[in-house]
């Protein structure tokens, strides 16, 4: 990892704990630098970072609540725009100090719930990326998402060991590309869906989990 990466990891990691004895970020314990705490909040997006495609410019994090996966990601993909929707005030301020003491010139903070943003065109069909870890998903919650995705984009659902995974139940425009192992010991997978273009036929083969 390169020495920058990881100096802008801890510190996100420190300024994520101070705030985190002020207003309820994480339930995890952070003032230990417990194993769960740093696999979960920075390795587990470091992992999931190697799928991102190679021409994503425009990410979009749904709930974004402490930062992560949203943060560590578009920090170890340097060229992703980030824009963050988390529907708590106290939580969104914390992300828009995140941004400035990281010096994350491209990310942005939107204060609403993601339903709210449907009223929005200029977001609609504008991310090459969307991420998702702490919102349930289900298909009405996915096929309002989708709407911000741009054809050929992908969405990152950020599973654990008992969540469910939606790739026998996804429906057009999306479609399961691959569920991927990120770490063993919290037993977590990425499932990665695609948006397809209207009216274009596509084979449920996928790529097998590398």
Known sequence: MA????????????????WNTKINLTGLKLAEFSPEALDRLL???????????????RMLDIGSGGGSPAIP??????????L???SKTRKAVFLREAIRALEMSGAEVVTARFEELLTRPDLHEAHDLMTVRAVRVETRTLM?????AKPG????????????????TVTPPLVWRATYPLLESLRSRLVVLEKRPVGRGVPRGTPQPR
């Open 3 to 18: 020495p920058e990466l990881t100096a802008r990891l801890e510190a996100y990691y420190r300024l994520l704990t101070a």
């Open 43 to 57: 390795i587990e997006p470091l992992v999931a970072a190697k799928y991102v495609a190679g021409n994503a410019a």
């Open 73 to 82: 990601l578009a920090l170890a993909v340097t060229r992703l725009r980030l």
């Open 84 to 86: 963050m929707v988390e």
């Open 144 to 148: 309002a998402l989708q709407a911000f």
């Open 153 to 168: 984009g992908q969405l990152f659902l950020f599973r654990g060991s008992v969540t469910a995974d939606p790739s026998e």
